[in-house]
Nanobody, 120 residues
Framework: QVQLVESGGGEVQAGGSLRLSCAANGSIRTINAMGWYRQAPGKQRELVARITSGGSTTYADSVKGRFTISRDNAKNAGNLQMSSLKPEDTAVYYC??????????????WGQGTQVTVSS
């Protein structure tokens, strides 16, 4: 069974930084794209950043230049470094990964979510 475990959320003042981590556990054959999404109260879940297995990245316009996504393929892990945080970045952040477990097809998995709160 594959699980995504997130860590690193919390509360920070505007202008501060946080680093989110996502670790994939289980019998994993390969991980394709990994991404971070967020959902603020009353809003739809949105893509924040995405990284392919080859390292190509995509960012939402609202976080370009402030957030950096990375991954460690050897550790089946990914990170989201968030800097210059704004109150509008407040949301629950979710890790997502396209994973092929041993003996299975590629499936999308979600982490449990981690709260990020930015105070003004």
């Amino acid at each position: 069974q594959v699980q995504l475990v997130e860590s690193g959320g919390g509360e920070v003042q505007a202008g501060g930084s946080l680093r989110l981590s996502c670790a994939a556990n289980g019998s994993i054959r390969t991980i394709n794209a990994m991404g971070w999404y967020r959902q603020a109260p009353g809003k739809q879940r949105e893509l924040v950043a995405r990284i392919t297995s080859g390292g190509s990245t995509t960012y939402a316009d609202s976080v370009k230049g402030r957030f950096t996504i990375s991954r460690d393929n050897a550790k089946n892990a990914g990170n989201l470094q968030m800097s210059s945080l704004k109150p509008e970045d407040t949301a629950v952040y979710y890790c997502n990964a396209q994973i092929q477990a041993m003996g299975d097809l590629i499936r999308g998995y979600w982490g449990q979510g981690t709260q990020v709160t930015v105070s003004s």
